[in-house]
């Protein structure tokens, strides 16, 4: 049955896609199809193993988003009017880009690190994806209808995984448990089942409590994505009208209530860092007043009310007891050590948790900094934080230029998305969460389209009136 339910929802989705894309041009669509895939994309994949035992259906499934990046390039190509003519205004974001992948390439083809050649390409793959959707970013362009309906279908989502982490609570007992996560991981992740749940142990607290993920592919990915739709929210409720406020109010219930379900103290930690970042760079101070309320409510239940599993779950957090917070300090220090090393690189494919990173060559991977740091040395780390300072700034810029109100949604929601995963980049290989981290590369090529666009039209009013 839910075999059926998969085919009867990607099978349409991808044609509607192909069409979009191929047949009329749009090779924009790329993004509708991510927003609408990528959060149930493990779901997918542990479903349809479950359900025919067959891995090739699961390579079939898992490389549709690759085979989308592929016609959607194509698509660009095709239906440019003339491509030798194509002008591109070179930023300081761009040239970084360029620099970061042709750092990344020159690793790839000399012999530098353990990893073999055809390892190390799915590697620079994975990490090229991005830059590729930074790159549609910078060439969007959709009508308002298509801006609505992209907002329409991240509110739904966000408001469904809601909906369905209170379906888990009831029956208290994690989706997973019904898709067929843990045969899924074990036969094609080669990772045996672990934990309590018989999931992963990123399923349950330190004191063996349920942290749930919803149809995401596991709770640290749910609450991450969740900074991104309470951003959604948020920018939503603040530019429409006010009898239409309760669907973006909703939203932000319903993203921070699934931010308590994963219990992923990063992220959470991040929630109020996003909501600092937001009130002073634009100027909404009232925000402030509702960070410090929601931060004195949280810590008053912990301190009075909680119990004492939960308090001391949060004390040993703290203290850096906690197993899970004393090995993201371990692997800290393994990747500096490495970087001490060899600070020009040690290979890619030698850090991190992806696929591709086997546990003979894993240095540290408890840092997305870090991660890029042992791999490609301390000019690639520099190049990665400088590609995401520059970003999150030309966002914002974008944001308070912006003459259309679609745009400066993305704008705002791109910059306050990063900025709330800087904290998740410090603990975790973050950019393997695709769904938040694709859309919110795309949301900042097409900010820096925005801030493009919108200076130029400046300066040529300043001109014309001189």
Known sequence: MLFLLVLLYVIPLFL?????????????????????YLPFYITILSIVYQSTGSVLLVNVFQYLKELMLLLAGISWLVYQ???????????????????????????LIAPIGSAD???????????????????????????????????????????????????ETLIQTHSQNLTGYALYNSVINNTEPSGNYGLTWSFETQTTGMRLASFFSNPLELASSCLLGFSVGLIGYLTSKREQSWVF???MLATIGSLFFAASRASFASFFIQLSFIAIIFRLYGLIKIGIALFVSLVSYIIFFASDEL??????????????????????????????????GSGLATSGNAST????????GENQFLIFGVQLGVLGMLLYTAI???GI???????????????????????TTKVGLLLPLFTANAELYAFVSWISWWMIGLSVKTYISCSFNQNSIVESNS
């Open 393 to 415: 700034w030309t966002a914002v810029k974008a944001f308070k230029i912006a003459d259309n109100t679609h745009l400066a949604r993305i704008a705002f929601i791109g910059a």
């Open 357 to 364: 990173v086997t546990d003979e060559l894993r240095i540290g």
């Open 388 to 390: 995401l300072a520059t």
């Open 16 to 36: 509607i896609a192909v069409y979009k894309i191929v047949v009329k041009g749009k090779w924009e669509w790329v993004i509708f199809f991510f927003i609408l």
């Open 81 to 107: 009017r003339n491509v030798f003519e194509y002008t591109f205004r070179i930023q300081l974001i761009d040239k970084l880009f360029l620099a970061f992948y042709l750092l990344c390439f020159v690793f």
């Open 117 to 167: 050649f055809i390892t190390k390409a799915i590697y620079f793959k994975n990490v090229l994806i991005m830059g590729l959707l930074y790159f549609f970013g910078r060439n969007t362009t959709l009508r308002d209808g298509e801006y609505r309906n992209l907002f329409l279908i991240l509110i739904f989502l966000f408001i469904a995984a809601f909906g369905v982490n209170i379906f």
């Open 311 to 344: 308090y001391y779950f949060v004390i040993d957090t703290l203290t850096f007891e906690n197993a899970s917070s004393l090995g993201h300090v371990v692997a800290w220090f393994e990747a500096l050590d490495q970087m001490i090393v060899a600070p020009l």
């Open 249 to 251: 109010i909703l939203m």
